[in-house]
């Protein structure tokens, strides 16, 4: 069974970091594109970035680039967001999700984040 | 304001066929494929449909995806109150090098 299980939300202040990490099962982890997608509180789905299965390449939307870093360790199987220079509209709950090449076929079950003063 | 645009909002009664449209362009869905995710309330999201008509495994086939030039359409038959949920639409945007979604849907079973 695919299990995704991310941690490392929590509270932080604007301007702060905070570093996300998921923690994969069930599956040949190293075969896989990984991604984060986040949804803000009543609002929809936006993807945040992903990362090819060896690393290699790796993708965000304008709003992160610079401030977000996506890595990933196959020998942990395990998939990390390193967040830097937070904003308050980066409040959200982050999803790990398998995929990212074609499709997002399986989610974690989310980790919030609330950037606030 | 989303890159590809659905309705806020659909609704039906049990039984009833009701469809989500997803409207996008040239470098999103008019070149590439469409995913469809559903969210049951208070859970993430989970994959309904991919490359605009495949069912993943343990989906009803009471759901089905259509494309067509730069608009895809998300169908259920047979409506259902375990229908209840958010709908979101995605695809890869050669113009934003990401992915993008709609703005979701939220469908109500009357």
């Known amino acids: 069974e695919v299990q995704l299980v991310e941690s490392g939300g929590g509270f932080v202040q604007p301007g702060g970091s905070l570093s996300l990490s998921c923690a994969a099962s069930g599956f040949s982890f190293s075969n896989y594109y990984m991604s984060w997608v986040r949804q803000a509180p009543g609002e929809g789905l936006e993807w945040v970035a992903n990362i090819k299965h060896d690393g290699s390449e790796k993708y965000y939307v304008d709003s992160v680039k610079g401030r977000f870093t996506v890595s990933r360790d196959n020998a942990k199987n395990s998939l990390y967001l390193q967040m830097n220079s937070l904003r308050a509209d980066d409040t959200a709950v982050y999803y790990c999700?398998?995929?990212?090449?074609?499709?997002?076929?399986?989610w974690g079950q989310g980790t919030l984040v609330t950037v606030s003063s | 304001q989303s890159v590809l645009t659905q309705p806020p909002s659909a609704s039906g009664t049990p039984g009833q066929r009701v469809t989500i449209s997803c409207s996008g362009s040239?470098?999103?869905?008019?070149?590439?494929?469409v995913n469809w995710y559903q969210q049951l309330p208070g859970t993430a999201p989970k994959l309904l449909m991919y490359?605009?008509?495949q069912r993943p495994s343990g989906v009803p086939d009471r759901f089905s995806g259509s494309k067509s030039g730069t608009s895809a359409s998300l169908a259920i038959s047979g409506l259902q109150s375990e229908d209840e949920a958010d709908y979101y639409c995605?695809?890869?945007?050669?113009?934003?090098?990401?992915?993008?979604f709609g703005g979701g849907t939220k469908l109500t079973v009357l």
């Open positions: 999700a398998r995929g990212g090449a074609t499709k997002f076929a399986y």
């Open positions: 040239s470098s999103n869905i008019g070149s590439k494929t």
């Open positions: 490359d605009n008509n």
């Open positions: 995605s695809a890869w945007d050669d113009s934003l090098n990401g992915w993008v």
